[in-house]
């Protein structure tokens, strides 16, 4: 799309304002935020490219990474002066508010539009209405399941596998293991949970007792404490997406000795962890998608506004972060909560970047 297109799609932002008005209210409503204008310029520059990007979990650290990564890479100056990013947060990954909100963001006219999937079809409705005005729809983050959504993704699915191998790969004689699941009800939870549980199985481990972790270090924490008073002696901990800090500690504060430990938040407090409790025995994999994928996102859209051609499925390797290279990874002046994975191969996006986009 030369300048020109541009501007046109800028004409047509004009002409709807004052139809969207309603549904622009409606959306405020139902969001932790207003829809937030970011990139450099106004809403509606008839020079730029208008991506919008919906986040259903406003405020998780892992999420607010990733747009603080999408904000940094579209403020370079590849794309400063052709892209403006408008970011809409909804809350508790209410899937019926992210349909109306992406709904009220074709409204405003605009050019492409980014968002993580607050369910596997939620966003059909949504999603139609996008495809019948030519406004290219990607899922970012995770998977959905819609012939006319572009996906790019950490391969999530992968990420589970990953990590119950390499448990069932570190199990000593005892094989009883504990499993805490992510957040029941989001689509890269349910959808990997399965395989998790068939892999574990299968390489002789028996799950002895289960919890969920809500993607949160301390809900973790708290869910193998509660599990550990009723099975002290397991041989190890499969925590999906969460866990390798908030699992060892409760390992500490009950005064057993450590096992293997699969974790997965990517916090900075997961690598640290590892080194902190090196000398006392503790090995572990904290396999985890780069927030940065957001960013990853914003590039393909922009390559497909250009009309370049992009790969309709495209589902990112997870990062691992083990004993053997955790000391490369944490960073000791940096919070726990500090989310590693803030940067994508190619994009080179910064920690002073990550800190000025950040919204906590």
């Given amino acids: 799309m030369h300048a020109s297109s541009r501007r046109t799609r800028a004409l047509r932002v004009a002409a709807v304002a004052t139809a969207a008005a309603s549904s622009v209210a409606l959306l405020v409503g139902c969001s932790s935020a207003p829809a937030e204008p970011s990139g450099g310029g106004s809403t509606g520059d008839g020079d730029k ?9 406003g405020g998780q650290a892992w999420r607010e990474t990733g747009l603080a990564a999408l904000q940094a890479l579209a403020n370079q100056p590849e794309y400063v002066d052709k892209v403006e990013v408008v970011i809409v947060r909804t809350n508790d990954n209410d899937a019926a508010a992210q349909n109306a909100a992406i709904q009220n963001l074709i409204a405003q006219g605009v050019d492409a539009i980014l968002f993580d999937p607050a369910s596997s079809s939620g966003a059909d409705a949504a999603i139609a209405q996008a495809t019948a005005q030519g406004i290219p729809v990607i899922a970012n983050g995770g998977p959905y399941d819609n012939d006319d959504v572009y996906v790019v993704s950490t ?44 892999t574990l199985e299968g390489g002789g481990a028996t799950i002895v007792g289960q919890g969920t972790n809500g993607w949160n270090e301390a809900t973790a924490q708290e869910a193998a404490a509660s599990l550990l008073r009723s099975n002290p002696d397991v041989g190890g901990v499969y925590s999906f997406l969460t866990g390798l800090q908030g699992v060892p500690e409760a390992f500490a504060a009950a005064g057993l ?16 962890t590892l080194v902190k409790y090196a000398d006392q025995g503790l090995t ?41 290279n955790a000391a490369e ?8 909560n500090f ?16 800190k000025q986009y950040f919204q906590g």
């Fill in 49 to 57: 490219f208008v991506i919008a990007f919906q986040q259903p979990l």
């Fill in 339 to 354: 989310q590693l994975g803030y940067n994508f191969p190619g994009l080179d996006i910064t920690v002073d970047e990550i």
């Fill in 155 to 198: 391969d999530w699915g992968s990420a589970g596998t990953i990590g119950a191998d390499w448990l069932v790969e570190n199990l000593g004689d005892d094989k009883n293991v504990l499993v805490l699941e992510g957040l029941a009800g989001v689509p890269l939870n349910d959808g990997t949970m399965p395989g998790v549980i068939e």
């Fill in 329 to 336: 990874y944490c960073l000791p002046d940096e919070a726990p």
């Fill in 257 to 272: 000795p450590f096992v293997p430990v699969v974790g997965g938040s990517g916090y900075n407090g997961e690598a640290c």
């Fill in 284 to 324: 572990g994999n904290s396999v985890f998608g780069q927030p940065a994928i957001y960013a990853k996102g914003l590039e393909q859209a922009v390559l497909l506004l250009e009309g370049t051609e992009i790969e309709r499925e495209q589902y990112f390797p997870p990062l691992e972060i083990t004993q053997d």
